[in-house]
C-alpha cells in the first residue's frame, strides 16, 4: 500500500479503523527517508529507534481503546525545536553536538497527543537564509528539481514533504521561513498569530517576529496539526492567553459574500508574466467561489524589507550574544585567554551570513545609531501594522504572490545578499504586524511550483485555513506532488 500517498487526515482515519498500524506507517516513511535523503538532506537527524518505539507506544494504547488525539501519526520536526535528549543544531557548527535538557512546548504538545517524531529537519543556520544553502549540515535539494533550492530557512521541512518523506513538518517564520520554502515546494505552509504558538524551546532569532507553524500538503492536514501546537503556554511571556483555536470548524464553510483585499503597492510592481496569470487565475476561481475582490492599500508595505533588516538583525546580534563557548555548545580549540575563547569561539562557531546579521545588529544597536535606525525602524514597523487593521475594516483576507517567482538554481543568489533578501518581499510585512499568513500552491513554471499568500486578521487562523481548503477543494495545484 502507498502509505505516503494518503492524507494526514486520511492516516488518522486508517490508524483509527485499524487498516495499518503505526509501526507499519512509521516504517514505511522511515524506508522511504533511508532511500531518499542522501540526495535531498532533507534531515539532520533521523531518529528511527525512538520512531518505532513511540509508533509501538501508539498501537497499544489504540489496542487497549486509550487512544490519543493523533495517536501515531509520523511528523518531523525543524531542527530548531530543542528534543530533550536528542540533538537540536540549528543548523550551526556552533550547535552541532547540542543536546537539550528540557525539550521545546511544540514538541512536547505533540508528543502528548500521540505524535511519532521521525526526525530533525535541515535548515538554514540559525533560520537565517531563504535557500537553505546556509546550513552547516549542507545544502537542502529542492524534489521538484533537484538542481533548485527549496527555500528557506524551513527548506528541510519543505523538501522531506514534498517528496513524501514526512506526511507534515513543524517550521518556523520570522520574515517568511515557512510560506516561502512552502510556496518553492508545492505545499500549504501557515505561521499563525505571533503568540499563538509557544516559543519555549524554540531557538531564537529574533524574538518579536519569530513564530511556529507547519508546512503540509493541505490546509485540511496543516489545521489538525496546527490546532494541536497553539495554545497558551506559562513558560513563554509572549504566548496569547488564549486556548487553541478550533481550526476544523470553519473548514467547509462557504467563502461566499466574503471579501478578498488586493494591495494596489503590490499589483503595481512588475511582475513575471506566470506569475501574475497564476494570480489571476487564482482570483478568478476565488470570485467563481462567490468572494469579493476589493483594491486596498498598504501604502507603508515598501519599507518593510529594510525595517525588517533593521530589526531581524538587531535582535539575533542580542540573541546570539550567548554562544560564547563557555555555557553550551562549541568551544574552540586551546584559548589563550578569555577574549580568545570568545573572538574564536564565535568566529569558528559561525557561518558567514549568521555573523553579517550580527553584525547589522550590533552596530544598528550600538550608542549613536540606536535612534537613527533601531527606533525609526520600530516606528515604522507600527505604520505598516497601521496599513493592515486600516485594510481589514475592508476585507477578510488579503491576497498576493508568496513569492516573486519560483525557486531560482542553487548557487544563483548566494553572493548578492540583497537578491536572497528580496524572496520575503511579499512574506515579511505579515511577520512585522504580527499577523497569521499562509502560502497555498497556485500555480507552476518549467516544472516548479508557485504559491499565493493569504494574510488575516490577528486570530483569524481559521478564516485563513477556510480559504485555502475552499480553493483546494476547487483546483488540484495542491495534489501535484514531484517524481523523485
Ligand atoms: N529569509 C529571511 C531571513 O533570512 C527570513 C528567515 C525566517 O523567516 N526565519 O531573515
Known sequence: MNLHKLTLREQLEGLKKNEFSSVELTSHYLERISKHDEELNSFITVTEEHALTHAKLADDRYKNNQSLPLDGLPIAHKDIFCTKGIKTTCG?????????????????????????????????????????????????????????????????????????????????????????????????????????????????????????????????????????????????STSLKLEAPDLLKNLDKPIKGMKIGLPKEFFEKEMPEFVEKAIQDAIETYKHLGAEIVEVSLKNINLSLPIYYIIAPAECSANLSRYDGVRYGYRCEDPKDLEDLFMRTREEGFGSEVKRRILIGTYALSAGFYDAYYLKAQKCRQLVANDFSEAF??????????????????????????????????????NLAGLPGISIPCGENSGLPLGMQLVGNSLQEDKLLQFAHSYQMNTDWHKKMPNI
Open 393 to 430: 475594516k475592508a476585507v477578510d483576507v488579503i491576497l498576493s504572490p508568496t513569492t516573486p517567482g519560483t525557486s531560482f538554481k542553487a548557487g544563483e543568489k548566494s553572493d548578492d545578499p540583497i537578491e536572497m533578501y528580496l524572496q520575503d518581499i511579499f512574506t515579511i510585512p505579515a
Open 92 to 236: 550551526s557548527k556552533m550547535l552541532s553536538d547540542f543536546e537539550a535538557p528540557y525539550s521545546s512546548t511544540v514538541y512536547t504538545k505533540l508528543d502528548n497527543m500521540g505524535m511519532v517524531m521521525l526526525g530533525k529537519t535541515n535548515m538554514d543556520e540559525f533560520a537565517m537564509g531563504s535557500s537553505n544553502e546556509t546550513s552547516y549540515f549542507g545544502p537542502v535539494k529542492n524534489p521538484w528539481n533537484k538542481k533548485y533550492v527549496p527555500g528557506g530557512s524551513s527548506g528541510g521541512s519543505a523538501s522531506c514533504v514534498s517528496a513524501e518523506l514526512a506526511p507534515i513538518a513543524t517550521a518556523t517564520d520570522t520574515g517568511g521561513s515557512i510560506r516561502q520554502p512552502a510556496s518553492l515546494c508545492g505545499l500549504t505552509g501557515i505561521k499563525p498569530t505571533y503568540g499563538r504558538v509557544s516559543r519555549y524551546g524554540m531557538i531564537a532569532f529574533a524574538s518579536s517576529l519569530d513564530q511556529g507553524g507547519v508546512v503540509a500538503r493541505s490546509a485540511e492536514d496543516a489545521a489538525l496539526i496546527l490546532e494541536g501546537m497553539s495554545g497558551h503556554d506559562p513558560k513563554d
